[in-house]
């Protein structure tokens, strides 16, 4: 199964990426949309098939090392293999 | 005098800062290498500036999971006191020995220039006790993730207890962009609760010779020194 973490920063806290993003969309004409956050995303393979325990650990993970819970959200997402 | 510098895969202001410590201290500080688990009762540890691990992750992230961490952590809680310059202040961070957060400069420009600190009324701290509340320095900062912040009730914390070691500041009229990366309350550098961890932005050991421009952070670092050893 694949382990899949997004990660993007908390409210409030200034992402000047998102802002340049914002910028050139507008100067392309888009205008439908506000408050742009960027992001990253992680994608981990893992062999296991029981779901509370990958997630237990992909938590585990985000909290030891992939977020940083100060400045950052993140959400966990199991997808199966088929 | 027992000073080390730990270096990370990426670091690369520890010469300059292995220079700066010997100008000082008459002999090389011991390197320390990310992968030690052993290490002397030292004197001093320095963290320097660079890009340890590529900066992947985040900045200082992985580095701040690193075998040597706990060498450091131990090292503080016998009362080491410890120093970190720039990524070496992202790590410190990232390890949760230093409160708060450094993020992407405000302008989203690597910035690398001279910056004017000005002295915090500090609590007491060796890296601080030469100086007085208002002395300047001129040092250099060269970083894209110096933006410090934190949220309302630790930036209280931290400005109540003295712990705002530097903040940047404005020197001159035309100088008018004195904060070279947004921090809040133009915060340069923090320091622990005991005082005895630094964490700074500004690079002391690039300024260390009247051929860099100045001279201030050979100052810095030789009143730290004297005051850590006493």
Redesign the interface.
């Known amino acids: 199964m694949k382990v899949i973490v997004n990660i993007s920063l908390k409210e409030g806290v200034l992402d000047p990426e998102g802002q340049a993003i914002d910028n050139t969309l507008r100067n392309l004409g888009f205008n439908n949309f506000n408050n742009i956050r960027t992001g990253k995303q992680i994608i981990l393979n893992i062999d296991k098939v029981n779901d509370n325990e990958v997630l237990k650990e992909a938590d585990k993970m985000c909290q030891e090392l992939l977020v940083n819970t100060v400045i950052e959200n993140y959400h966990i997402n199991i997808i199966k293999d088929k | 005098m027992r000073a080390a510098v730990a270096i990370f895969p990426g670091s690369n202001c520890d010469r300059d800062m292995i220079v700066a410590l010997k100008k000082i201290t008459g002999k090389s500080p011991l390197k320390l290498w990310h992968k030690d688990t052993e290490a002397p009762n030292l004197d001093l540890i320095v963290i320097p500036g660079g890009f340890s691990f590529g900066d992947y992750?985040?900045c200082g992230?992985?580095a701040a999971?690193s075998p040597i961490i706990k060498n450091i952590k131990n090292h503080i809680s016998r009362g080491g006191a410890l120093l970190g310059v720039c990524n070496g202040f992202q790590i410190l961070i990232?390890a949760n020995i230093l409160p708060?957060?450094l993020?992407?400069?405000?302008?989203?420009l690597f910035t690398c220039r001279e910056t004017t600190l000005e002295v915090q009324n500090s609590l007491q701290s060796p890296f601080l006790s030469s100086f007085n509340t208002g002395d300047y320095l001129n040092i250099p900062v060269a970083h894209n993730e110096g933006?410090y912040?934190a949220n309302t009730e630790l930036l209280k914390e931290l400005e109540n207890d003295g712990r705002i070691a530097f903040k940047y500041k404005q020197n001159s009229e035309i100088e008018t962009d004195y904060n070279p990366n947004?921090s809040l309350h133009d915060i340069a550098g923090i320091l622990s609760k005991n005082g005895r961890v630094l964490g700074m932005m500004p690079h002391p050991e690039r300024s260390i010779n009247s051929l860099h421009g100045g001279t201030d952070g050979l100052k810095f670092l030789t009143k730290s020194i004297e005051e850590i050893v006493g």
């Not at chain 2, 993020?103 to 989203?108: A, D, G, I, P």
Request: charged share 35%; proline share 0%.
């Open positions: 992750l985040r992230a992985l999971r990232e708060g957060s993020v992407r400069n405000k302008k989203l933006n912040i947004g």
